[in-house]
């Protein structure tokens, strides 16, 4: 149980709300057009992102924000110490399948690490969330969250050994594939699209997701405290930590989020 925290409460309902914004879209014909990097972008993607930026305004004009569908300059973020970091639809691949893996990610960044963390699946309507020293929670909100406290906590699996290994269900790549086969025998995989991997093994469902093809750091940083507050962790594959607007550009390294394991 966690104690009601007002920042956390108005996140989160930011989330669910942005989520009811994409499913408006969700059971009609999806008109896609594509970015300059060839991603695909929907009607859903700018109406959820639009909704997030201005709730999250409304919260504290003086936090500015970084989101996929709204970039900012290095020039112009590399000072920041603390702001929002947003996918407002993440996996649009997955939306566009209608499989319902897609999610909506904010998270709060200071001193370049995630500080606090919202994922929300619009299709099932769990809701996960975490902030630093509170610990990692989920609850199913079909309708706006009114109390944290009734969100269960989550902690990662600490079983033996890992067996259960996500596959990332849009970008599996032969990096992936070798890297499986050299270091588990008999593993058992784990299909999830977008950030809901984070989430697998957040709540134990499933042992590591190892991270090979490109990501963007709005992609990795609402799951990365989900994961850290359940109990597991989040590392490059050299085992160095991940920072966040620390660079020009917003990709990640190769990472692997983990349970309770050493790898």
Same mark, same amino acid.
């Not at 879209?25 to 999806?30: E, K, L, P, S």
């Not at 600490?158 to 596959?167: E, F, L, P, Q, V």
């Not at 990365?224 to 989040?234: F, S």
């Given at each position: 149980?966690?104690?009601?925290?007002? /920042?956390? /409460?108005?996140?989160?309902?930011?989330?669910?709300?942005?989520?009811?914004? =994409? #499913?408006?879209?969700?059971?009609?014909?999806?008109?896609?057009?594509? &970015?300059?990097?060839?991603?695909?972008?929907? &009607?859903?993607? #700018?109406?959820?992102?639009?909704?997030?930026?201005?709730?999250?305004?409304?919260?504290?004009?003086?936090?500015? %924000?970084?989101?996929?569908?709204? #970039?900012?300059?290095?020039?112009?973020?590399?000072?920041?110490?603390?702001?929002?970091?947003?996918?407002? #639809?993440?996996?649009?691949?997955?939306?566009?399948?209608?499989?319902?893996?897609?999610?909506?990610?904010?998270?709060? =960044?200071?001193?370049?690490?995630?500080?606090? $963390?919202?994922?929300?699946?619009?299709?099932?309507?769990?809701?996960? @969330?975490?902030?630093?020293?509170?610990?990692?929670?989920?609850?199913?909100?079909?309708?706006?969250? %009114?109390?944290?406290?009734?969100?269960?906590?989550? @902690?990662?699996?600490?079983?033996?050994? =890992? &067996?259960?290994?996500?596959?990332?269900?849009?970008?599996?790549?032969?990096? @992936?594939?070798?890297?499986?086969?050299?270091?588990?025998?008999?593993?058992?995989?784990?299909?999830? $699209?977008?950030?809901? &991997?984070?989430?697998?093994?957040?709540?134990?469902?499933?042992?590591?997701?190892?991270?090979?093809?490109?990501?963007?750091?709005?992609?990795?940083?609402?799951?990365?405290? =989900?994961?850290?507050?359940?109990?597991?962790?989040?590392?490059? +594959?050299?085992?160095?930590?991940?920072?966040?607007?620390?660079?020009?550009?917003?990709?990640?390294?190769? +990472?692997?989020? %983990?349970?309770?394991?050493?790898?």
């Amino acid at each position: 149980m966690i104690e009601n925290n007002n /920042l956390l /409460l108005k996140v989160c309902n930011i989330a669910i709300q942005a989520g009811e914004e =994409i #499913l408006k879209y969700y059971n009609d014909d999806i008109e896609v057009t594509h &970015k300059d990097d060839s991603s695909p972008l929907t &009607k859903a993607d #700018l109406a959820s992102n639009k909704m997030i930026l201005n709730a999250l305004h409304e919260l504290d004009r003086t936090i500015p %924000i970084l989101s996929e569908e709204s #970039l900012v300059e290095w020039n112009q973020r590399k000072n920041w110490t603390t702001y929002w970091l947003v996918d407002p #639809l993440d996996g649009t691949k997955e939306f566009i399948k209608k499989n319902g893996e897609f999610t909506v990610n904010i998270a709060l =960044i200071e001193n370049n690490k995630s500080i606090l $963390g919202v994922i929300y699946t619009p299709v099932k309507s769990d809701l996960y @969330f975490a902030q630093k020293n509170y610990g990692s929670f989920k609850i199913n909100s079909s309708s706006k969250l %009114i109390d944290l406290k009734e969100a269960k906590k989550i @902690f990662v699996s600490n079983h033996s050994s =890992i &067996k259960r290994i996500i596959g990332s269900r849009s970008h599996s790549n032969q990096d @992936f594939d070798s890297w499986v086969n050299k270091n588990f025998p008999n593993p058992v995989i784990v299909q999830a $699209g977008s950030s809901l &991997k984070f989430c697998l093994i957040a709540e134990g469902v499933a042992d590591i997701y190892p991270r090979f093809g490109p990501t963007s750091e709005w992609d990795i940083a609402a799951g990365h405290i =989900i994961v850290d507050e359940a109990g597991g962790r989040v590392s490059t +594959f050299e085992n160095n930590e991940i920072n966040y607007n620390s660079k020009v550009d917003l990709l990640n390294p190769q +990472f692997y989020a %983990i349970g309770n394991y050493k790898l």
